[in-house]
């Protein structure tokens, strides 16, 4: 009798003991619950397009008639202005117009194709320049970017090397105008053994590679500031193709095809005069077309950068004898500035001394740092 009689009161506490601790568990998991939701920041912008789709997400840049938003699920976009019908962003913002005048909102505003301004009339979205400018962007002073890398190979066995490459690119950059610098170094060495008549070692250095290469160029931005004119000045020397010094000069006309900070590419077309002063064969000078490629694309959210330079200069009375140099690498950041790359380099001068190689390829791995 006394079992029976214990067997509901034991259920009984043990449902309540099972309820409180459900309800200690739900509670613990409903606080953290809320206090992730809260860490999770809700988007600052609203975007319907005109066929009356919703995007929300951060305005993260406007530039080029685009607005660049970062999204939870789609990452980073980019939407034309002449696609929205209207936009609301909470985030503060500072415009730049076509004219050159600056704008701070403490939230940006956009309906049917103007910017909502306060205290005065709205603006049309196609006088926006670009949004958050830095100084230079809004016409005040330069920007500097540069480079330096090298690769160095110290090599003891059976035979004894030393390698220097080294190059150095900077650009200084404002509204009105560019300057661009470029130069390399490479200096090859070894130390041969030679065993004479009477047994003994003879120990001499002999350079392998000797040569350089410099490039300045000045642009002048037009009133498209996409497009500009510009001259640039070359000079090389390599000792092993018979190059004391070649020098090219002459103008061009370039343009920005694409100027987004994830994918750049300028292409100049113009004239250069071209004089080379051989070691040994005899000196030469020609008029050639000179066409360049300057680009790289960015992926990875930026984590891997493709680059180009290509120069070629046709040589007008004889094809054959026309140079082209072409260098395609991928860089990819290190920690605090440094950067390395792995880096392809194929040229072509047709107008070597005759007994020289008119191909020169190379595959480089190079350790910089980045300014």
């Given at each position: 009798m006394n079992m029976r009689c214990c067997q509901p009161t034991v259920r009984i506490h043990l449902l309540l003991l099972a309820g409180l601790y459900s309800s200690f568990v739900s509670g613990v998991a409903?606080?953290?619950?809320?206090?992730?939701?809260?860490?999770?920041?809700?988007?600052?912008?609203?975007?319907?397009?005109?066929?009356?789709s919703i995007i929300f997400g951060d305005v993260t840049d406007i530039s080029e008639g685009t607005v660049h938003v970062s999204t939870?699920?789609?990452?980073?976009?980019?939407?034309?202005?002449?696609?929205?019908?209207?936009?609301?962003?909470?985030?503060?913002?500072?415009?730049?117009?076509?004219?050159?005048?600056?704008?701070?909102?403490?939230?940006?505003?956009?309906?049917?194709g103007e910017v909502v301004l306060e205290g005065e009339n709205n603006l049309s979205v196609q006088k926006l320049s670009m949004s958050n400018p830095e100084s230079w962007e809004a016409g005040q002073g330069y920007h500097l970017i540069g480079r330096a890398s090298t690769a160095f190979v110290y090599n003891r066995?059976?035979?004894?090397?030393?390698?220097?490459?080294?190059?150095l690119e900077m650009t200084l950059e404002s509204r009105r105008d560019r300057f661009t610098v470029r130069g390399d170094l490479e200096d090859t060495s070894s130390n041969i053994n030679t065993i004479t008549?009477?047994?003994?070692?003879?120990?001499?250095?002999?350079?392998?590679?000797?040569?350089?290469?410099?490039?300045?160029?000045?642009?002048?931005?037009?009133?498209?500031?996409?497009?500009?004119?510009?001259?640039?000045l070359g000079l090389t020397?390599?000792?092993?193709?018979?190059?004391?010094?070649?020098?090219?000069v002459g103008p061009y006309y370039g343009r920005k095809l694409f100027t987004r900070d994830d994918l750049k590419l300028d292409a100049e077309l113009g004239i250069s005069y071209v004089d080379t002063d051989?070691?040994?064969?005899?000196?030469?000078?020609?008029?050639?077309?000179n066409i360049n490629f300057t680009g790289e694309t960015s992926f990875?959210?930026?984590?891997?950068?493709?680059?180009?330079?290509?120069?070629?200069?046709?040589?007008?009375s004889s094809m054959s004898k026309s140079i082209f140099r072409t260098t395609v690498?991928?860089?990819?950041?290190?920690?605090?500035?440094?950067?390395?790359?792995?880096?392809?380099?194929?040229?072509?001068?047709?107008?070597?001394a005759e007994g020289k190689k008119k191909h020169d390829d190379a595959l480089k791995l190079r350790v910089g740092y980045q300014w």
């Open positions: 409903f606080a953290l619950s809320d206090q992730l939701n809260s860490e999770v920041q809700l988007p600052t912008a609203r975007i319907v397009l005109l066929d009356d939870l699920w789609m990452g980073e976009i980019m939407i034309p202005l002449a696609s929205i019908s209207t936009l609301e962003s909470e985030k503060e913002i500072e415009l730049l117009t076509t004219d050159d005048r600056r704008l701070s909102l403490s939230q940006l505003q956009l309906v049917e066995g059976n035979t004894d090397t030393d390698e220097l490459n080294a190059d008549e009477n047994g003994d070692t003879l120990r001499s250095n002999q350079t392998t590679a000797d040569n350089w290469q410099f490039t300045g160029k000045y642009d002048y931005y037009l009133a498209d500031p996409r497009n500009y004119v510009g001259v640039n020397a390599d000792q092993f193709a018979d190059v004391n010094q070649r020098y090219f051989f070691i040994v064969a005899e000196d030469s000078d020609y008029f050639g077309a990875l959210d930026g984590s891997l950068t493709l680059y180009l330079r290509q120069v070629s200069i046709v040589n007008l690498g991928l860089r990819f950041p290190l920690l605090l500035g440094f950067e390395a790359a792995a880096e392809m380099s194929s040229d072509y001068d047709g107008g070597a």
